[in-house]
């Protein structure tokens, strides 16, 4: 597995496609859209190659390293170990399911939609396969391109301020991240010959005070991406105003490169200050973990409302994250993925039903069940895993940390287990509210579920109940990347790394610390 270069082959795949895609017959919508599916098949089909390959005990793999920018220490360099494995395999599932799922999206301009989808997903998994900090800001703000093209030109009245908004945000984030990123180059020149490579860097002696500094740059720049309170209020507009595959990859996507920062860059170069700055990082989660769930009640725009659980969601990757335990870390990069799958199915399910009904309101769907079961069945599971449901995949991940925060300070995780009380509350009345009820003459004439509609999101159920029951092949990757973590902060960890069998015991295990 040495020397092919598997990771610039995963990145080009898409990335020559979006090039592509434009050029081909506009008078023929059908085949720009069937160009756009066998690429990001092909995508995925090299991600599952490179899987195949990993060794899961083997650290950083693949590695690439090129001289870019020979002066400033900048190196076109990539590589992948569990968390960036995962994310990069969410990733290139979810990009042909979008496309499939959402067929009509983008029918007025077929070709820029699937050159924009496409190209998100280049970059996207440029960003998590980037092991030199000057690439990884390249392609961190390069996603911003695309992503607000298609939040942009394609959804419903309202999405141009909706994109700016996001484009704001997004920027100002990425400016401050600028700044740190500069900084770096300065403590490395200082001590030698300046480098940009994560390898080179986490072995720099920086001081307290310039590290902190530098990872408050960092730490607020993923803050936004991810999103987490105080700076969320792009979230919410936005999936409001883009179409839902648009949405899946903003916030199932693009938003999960904020908590991959937190651990490869806060955690990884900046260990001293992510454990000084962890009590202000688990009050903003908690905070997050609270209002997000708190305001979603209040929705009545569905794709709105889903939105604003995904504030709440991020809040519990956070906290996990900065509890600094195998169970909160673990429980972290499993969020991430079982999280994409959830929120991916519920967003496309959602989609179907506006496509139908012509809205998104929650108040106008009454009685949809009995019309659609199919339709309903689909909204149900994705809900389910919503909320965790034990027996779908979001649970074992939300257990995790959970258990991780009671053993920080018991009464953080109680505040955090109100999150999963207000998830049931969200999720159950808007299932009410839209499926359940008497039927209106107008829905008695819904259509249910199409074979493609439901062939689009089977795989994500079939996820969602498969490493709901058996996650052991996540669990697999993400313990050892845990462990190295954990061991560079240097935080001594009592618990046992997390193995799929240990789940329920760890439900009765005192505390320990």
């Known amino acids: 597995m040495g020397e092919f270069p598997w990771l610039t082959v995963l990145i080009a795949v898409p990335l020559v496609g979006a090039v592509v895609a434009p050029f081909l017959p506009k008078t023929n919508p059908v085949l720009v859209k ?19 390959q990993y060794d899961v005990d083997g650290g950083m793999q693949l590695t690439e390293t090129h001289t870019w920018i020979e002066a400033f220490g900048v190196h076109y360099a990539l590589g992948v170990d569990g ?91 990425g ?22 490579l994560l390898s080179d860097l986490s072995e720099l002696d920086i001081s307290t005070e310039a590290g902190r500094w530098l990872f408050a740059g960092f730490f607020i720049a993923f803050a936004v991406k991810a999103p987490l309170f105080p700076v969320h209020t792009w979230l919410a507009d936005t999936t409001e105003k883009a179409t839902p595959g648009t949405s899946v990859l903003l916030v199932c996507v693009l938003d999960k490169i904020g908590t991959f920062g937190m651990l490869r860059f806060c955690l990884g170069l900046f260990p001293e200050a992510s ?111 919503t909320l965790g449901l034990p027996g779908l995949s979001p649970f074992v991940s939300e257990f995790l940390v959970i258990i991780a925060a009671f053993d920080y300070q018991w009464y953080v995780g109680a505040v955090a287990v109100t999150g999963i009380v207000l998830a ?32 689009a999101v089977a795989p994500l159920m079939a996820a969602l109940v498969l490493f709901g029951f058996y996650p052991a092949p996540l669990l697999d990757v993400a313990n050892p990347a845990v462990e190295s973590l954990l061991v560079h902060v240097g935080v001594s960890d009592d618990e046992p790394t997390v193995q799929p069998g240990d789940v329920p015991a760890h439900a009765e295990a005192e505390e320990t610390h």
């Not at 179907?352 to 106008?364: A, D, F, H, K, M």
């Not at 999720?427 to 062939?455: C, I, N």
């Open 34 to 52: 069937q160009f756009g599916v066998a690429v990001a098949v092909l995508t995925l089909a090299v991600g599952v190659a490179i899987a195949a």
């Open 83 to 173: 968390l960036g494995l995962l994310l990069i395999l969410l990733t290139a599932l979810l990009v042909p399911i979008v496309l499939v799922a959402g067929w009509h999206e983008g029918d007025e301009r077929p070709a820029a939609f699937v050159a924009w989808t496409l190209a998100l997903e280049g970059l996207s998994l440029a960003v998590f396969a980037a092991t030199d900090v000057f690439l990884f800001y390249v392609v961190f703000e390069a996603t911003l391109i695309p992503a607000y093209f298609l939040i942009g030109g394609f959804g419903r009245a309202g999405r141009s301020a909706a994109a700016l908004k996001f484009l704001m945000f997004q920027l100002g984030g």
């Open 175 to 196: 400016l401050v991240l600028l700044g740190s990123v500069v900084g770096l180059y300065v403590v490395s020149a200082d001590q030698g010959t300046p480098s940009y």
């Open 275 to 385: 454990q000084w700055a962890t009590p202000v990082v688990v009050v903003l989660a908690l905070i997050s973990i609270v209002y997000g769930a708190f305001v979603a009640i209040g929705q009545d725009d569905v794709l709105r409302l889903i939105g604003l659980t995904s504030l709440s969601h991020f809040g519990f990757i956070t906290l996990g994250i900065f509890v600094f335990s195998t169970q909160g870390g673990s429980g972290s990069i499993l969020y991430m993925v079982n999280h994409g799958l959830g929120t991916a199915a519920l967003f496309l399910v959602a989609g179907y039903l506006i496509r139908r009904r012509g809205t998104s309101l929650i108040s106008e769907m009454g009685g949809l069940e009995k019309a659609t079961p199919v339709l309903a069945g689909l909204f149900l599971v994705a809900g389910l895993a």
């Open 424 to 455: 049931a509350i969200y999720v159950l009345w808007m299932y009410q509210r839209t499926m359940t009820g008497p039927t209106a003459p107008a829905v008695e004439g819904t259509r249910d579920a199409s074979v493609r509609e439901v062939a």
